[in-house]
């Protein structure tokens, strides 16, 4: 489990936690909590969270992301994994 929460994250920290986060090879769980990730940042990091060999669950609720943000999220994360628990609410 990886969590961070209540901290804004913008686009260049998000792209490089993510891409840190990439080299691990038990992480099953990423949360980002109420981490201000609008849809762009968003649409950018779910895909390097997904080459995760053991991803699982990637949670991003409480971020400022639209409904329109979050259908294209879980369409296109489940076009990668069809297992991916994908949390935006």
Known sequence: ????????????????LCNALRTSTSLETVVLWKCRLDDYTAAQIVPLLLQL????????????LTADGKTFLENSAKA??????????
């Open 53 to 64: 060999p053991r991803i699982r669950t990637i949670n991003l609720g409480q971020n400022v």
């Open 1 to 16: 489990l990886f969590k961070v929460s209540d901290v804004k994250m913008g686009y260049e920290g998000a792209m490089a």
């Open 80 to 89: 990668v994994n069809p297992y991916i628990d994908l949390r935006m609410f």
